[in-house]
């Protein structure tokens, strides 16, 4: 009888633990932050490589690069991407190796050994825009700019991140957040700072890339390049560069879920076959 009791004790008491401990789960805040009250969740952002039948938009791809190309590729590098890869993109070998050769890469000289650059070839990578870390630093307000081949996969909701960013620079002093509160002046940027809502720390060390209508200029046929328009094709692009091979992995995925169904179908029936006879006898 005793050992039921103390069993009971025990159950009781842990019983109250785990509701203390649900309780204070379910009412446990963050403390509040500037961070917290004035962070944006990124924007909607649709894009026709979305969902389980979604497909890239050559088009939309090569503008992209247009824009990574001449504004980007400035401070970014795309380390895990060659030239040669951009003939998924609609460009034709001529093309591929124009492009390469308008990009400087690091090379050896075959009679001094020493370090040099030359231009490009097809089976380079993107090189990076500085020589070094420091130089990198030194160039971008103490930041070293991140490589964005693997950004929007990197990043949470990666495109509409991506998007969101270079669409949301604000002015610190007229902003309000959706409460209608404004940033406090001790939280404004730093004079090398710029404001973001949509970034983490409110504060980034990057200028605004893309800030005026037409700063790229795309080819007849397309879209208006609006700064909106711009920020979606470079984050289409980027798309692109974390998984150029998403349409492929869509096309193959279909036909596995159908094998999977059928066997698990043919299981399910071989085992109502086995067993029929064995269920009759018990």
């Not at 094709?233 to 169904?261: H, I, M, N, S, Y």
Request: proline share 7%; net charge positive; glycine share 8%.
């Amino acid at each position: 009888m005793a050992r039921i009791l103390s069993i009971l004790v025990g159950l009781f008491f842990t019983a109250g633990l785990t509701w203390s401990l649900l309780v204070g789960l379910f009412n446990f805040e963050m403390p509040h932050s500037v961070e917290k009250d004035f962070h944006k969740h990124p924007k909607e952002l649709h894009l026709s490589s979305d969902g389980a039948f979604g497909k890239f938009d050559r088009q939309q791809l090569q503008r992209g690069f247009q824009v990574y190309k001449e504004v980007c590729s400035a401070c970014h590098s795309l380390r895990l991407v060659a030239f040669r890869d951009l003939a998924a993109l609609g460009y034709n070998e001529a093309e591929v190796k124009a492009i390469a050769k308008g990009f400087q890469v690091p090379g050896i000289d075959p009679a001094t050994g020493e370090v040099n650059s030359r231009p490009g070839i097809a089976t380079d990578y993107f090189p990076k825009p500085f020589a070094n870390d420091i130089a990198a630093r030194a160039a971008n307000n103490n930041a070293i700019p991140p490589d964005l081949s693997l950004m929007t996969k990197a990043r949470h909701d990666g495109p509409a991140y991506v998007y969101s960013l270079l669409t949301g620079y604000a002015d610190p002093a007229t902003y309000k957040n959706e409460q209608g509160k404004a940033l406090p002046k001790e939280n404004y940027p730093p004079a090398t700072g710029h404001f973001n809502p949509y970034f983490a720390n409110l504060n980034l060390a990057m200028a605004p890339p893309l800030t005026s209508e037409g700063q790229v200029q795309y080819g007849e046929g397309s879209p208006k390049p609006t700064v909106d328009q711009m920020a979606r094709d470079v984050a289409a692009f980027l798309v692109w560069t974390a998984e150029p091979k998403l349409e492929k992995r869509k096309q193959t995925g279909w036909p596995v879920l159908g094998f999977l169904l059928f066997a698990t179908i043919l299981g399910f029936l071989a085992f109502k076959n086995v067993w029929a006879d064995k269920k009759k006898k018990a």
